[in-house]
T-cell receptor, first 113, second 114 residues
Framework: DTEVTQTPKHLVMGMTNKKSLKCEQH?????MYWYKQKAKKPPELMFV???????INESVPSRFSPECPNSSLLNLHLHALQPEDSALYLC????????????FGDGTRLSIL | GENVEQHPSTLSVQEGDSAVIKCTYS??????FPWYKQELGKGPQLIID?????GEKKDQRIAVTLNKTAKHFSLHITETQPEDSAVYFC?????????????FGQGTTLQVKP
């Protein structure tokens, strides 16, 4: 079992829907990350949060909106997604010192109809 | 920027044999190299990592070697078992940048045949 918990495990949504992905960790980590992973590819970094503040945005479209309400929780709000946004969305966490190693959750499998 | 090449893309071995996956990085400043194992339907799991001040690290059946001069590092799995079957990703980063950015290789699909 991973120590980073992501919900839901699967999500199917239409292009006009609004939904949110959730991530939770209780390892005391102060850095949290969102990654996108397409089939048979490595994870691609989307956002980095450090001490609940957005540290890095890898030029992600505004239809993805991250939020870090506290040190244990990370959300990714989704709106007006495109079919090409279908992917596995992974959350990870680490200590803020060095920001390594990163511990990943099992992801949310997102399908856009 | 950093680029990591990983070979082979697929690897099939018989149970009990050894498996070796190799990665080459381009930025000589990189100093942290983790290896992740990703099973079907799961997220990447850190299995071993190495920092540039160390040439080799072992953890039971898994070892990683680093050659800083040649800028390559390798994952060695001995006495492979069917449960080792998964996709393996290498990665590289510069710790002092403190960005958290990992540059991943393209992955190796390892199949261990019983």
């Amino acid at each position: 079992d991973t120590e980073v918990t992501q919900t839901p495990k699967h999500l199917v949504m239409g292009m006009t829907n609004k939904k949110s992905l959730k991530c939770e960790q209780h390892m005391g980590h102060r850095a949290m990350y969102w990654y996108k992973q397409k089939a048979k590819k490595p994870p691609e970094l989307m956002f980095v949060y450090s001490y609940e503040k957005l540290s890095i945005n890898e030029s992600v479209p505004s239809r993805f909106s991250p939020e870090c309400p506290n040190s244990s929780l990370l959300n990714l709000h989704l709106h007006a997604l495109q079919p090409e946004d279908s992917a596995l969305y992974l959350c990870a966490s680490s200590s803020d010192r060095d920001r390594q190693p990163q511990h990943f959750g099992d992801g949310t499998r997102l399908s856009i109809l | 920027g950093e680029n990591v090449e990983q070979h082979p893309s697929t690897l099939s071995v018989q149970e009990g044999d050894s498996a070796v996956i190799k990665c080459t990085y381009s930025d000589s400043a990189s100093n942290y190299f983790p290896w992740y194992k990703q099973e079907l339907g799961k997220g990447p799991q850190l299995i071993i990592d190495i920092r540039s001040n160390v040439g080799e690290k072992k953890d039971q059946r898994i070892a990683v070697t680093l050659n800083k001069t040649a800028k390559h590092f390798s994952l060695h799995i001995t006495e492979t078992q069917p449960e080792d079957s998964a996709v393996y990703f290498c990665a590289a980063t510069l710790l002092s940048s403190n960005t958290g950015k990992l540059i991943f290789g393209q992955g190796t699909t390892l199949q261990v045949k019983p």
